[in-house]
């Protein structure tokens, strides 16, 4: 059974910093693609940032030079690193792993918020 459990959000000022963490069960960090989305109030959930199981990462453009993805193997956990946040960073972030099983199957963490104020 695969278990995501997003932790490391709050309240922070224009420019601050958070880390979000995303530790995972049933599912090897290391051998599997992690991601991490957000949702704005009123907008589509959006891909922020994707580390694969070879440890290349790839960013959205709105966070390219701000925010870093990472993972620790041992403790099977993935990071989201956030510097500068902007109040249009604002969101419920979530962890999201996926497995083939014939189809396409996709586990989520239960979220984390994220606030930045101007």
């Known amino acids: 059974q695969v278990q995501l459990v997003d932790s490391g959000g709050g309240f922070v000022q224009a420019g601050g910093s958070l880390r979000l963490s995303c530790a995972a069960s049933?599912?090897?960090?290391?051998?599997?693609?992690i991601n991490w989305y957000r949702q704005a109030p009123g907008k589509q959930r959006e891909l922020v940032a994707t580390?694969?199981?070879?440890?290349?990462?790839n960013y959205a453009d709105s966070v390219k030079g701000r925010f870093t993805i990472s993972r620790d193997n041992a403790k099977n956990t993935v990071y989201l690193q956030m510097n500068s946040l902007k109040p249009e960073d604002t969101a419920v972030y979530y962890c999201?792993?996926?497995?083939?099983?014939?189809?396409?199957?996709?586990?989520w963490g239960q979220g984390t918020q994220v606030t930045v104020s101007s």
């Open positions: 049933g599912i090897i960090v290391r051998i599997n693609a």
């Open positions: 999201n792993a996926f497995k083939w099983l014939g189809v396409r199957r996709d586990y």
């Open positions: 580390i694969a199981s070879g440890g290349s990462t």
